[in-house]
């Protein structure tokens, strides 16, 4: 049901089930799949791909013009995948000519009131943005990641898959995988074992990336002995991967934190 009070624009393509209630405005280009569900007041900005099931609450603005100073009106991309909830205020950016032209949110994350996502960034899947968490322009963060209330992340940083940052923590770094992170700077402080468990990982892996934790922040070690080293291991434990393939492309450097020399 289209409330007659939504503004839509005609270019917009908009299944039929789809639910948009008073004072929402659709604009130019946009697609809106099965099942969507767009509260009052919400504006979805131009070129925006919106999934199916998705829940959109009063006053979002989902898709709006780049936050960025060489933005001059080029056509650029949003796209959000299925069963996102997006709450009261949140704020996701299209991408910029300038950058990947488009920013990517996937399927099954939850945005907390007065989230931000800005131009060019990637979301993955099962991503939780707690009230007012933000990230910059260009930021990934990959699957299961929990950024905390308050917390933020500078551009091109990348936080890693099952991941959780404390709140208010401030990100300069790229977050391995797997890590408990807080602070300002942030930096870990331990595995992410809660939200391990809460996901179903062993026993047996659990420890081994513990194992693989008191590893990466040892001081007296260099990065190539212990990528030599997290790379034998990976032949056994395949969450070890994910760290490696970080270690390998990161463009920010990997925060870490201070550890006693054994």
Not at 17 to 34: H, L, Q
Not at 111 to 133: E, L, P, Q, R, S
């Amino acid at each position: 049901m289209i409330d007659s009070n939504a503004i839509i624009h005609p270019s917009a393509h908009i299944a039929e089930d789809v639910s948009i209630a008073p004072w929402t405005t659709i604009g130019a280009n946009v697609v809106i799949e099965s099942g969507t569900r767009i509260g009052s007041h919400v504006t979805i900005g131009d070129n925006t791909k919106i999934g199916t099931n998705n829940t959109i609450y009063a006053y979002a603005s989902v898709g709006s013009d780049p936050q960025h100073i060489s933005y001059k009106g080029e056509k650029t991309l949003l796209e959000v995948g299925d069963s996102n909830i997006i709450r009261e205020f949140t704020t996701i950016n299209r991408g910029t000519a300038t950058g990947r032209g488009i920013t990517r949110v996937g399927s099954q994350n939850y945005f907390m009131a007065y989230a931000h996502v800005a131009h060019d960034c990637i979301i993955g899947n099962g991503v939780v943005f707690a009230n007012t968490a933000s990230v910059a322009g260009h930021v990934r963060v990959d699957d299961h990641a929990i950024l905390g209330a308050f917390s933020g992340v500078h551009q091109y940083c990348r936080v890693g898959a099952y991941s959780f940052l404390g709140r208010a923590t401030k990100i300069y770094q790229d977050i391995l995988p797997f890590m408990l992170v807080t602070g300002n700077p942030g930096i870990p402080n331990g595995l992410n074992t809660v939200g391990l468990k809460r996901h179903g990982f062993t026993k047996e892996s659990i420890q081994a990336l513990k194992k693989a934790y008191s590893l990466l922040h040892r001081r007296d070690k260099k990065w190539i002995e212990i990528r030599t080293i997290l790379a034998e291991w990976s032949e056994n434990i395949e969450e070890i991967k994910l760290i490696l393939e970080m270690i390998d492309t990161t463009s920010r450097g990997i925060a870490r934190s201070e550890m006693k020399v054994e």
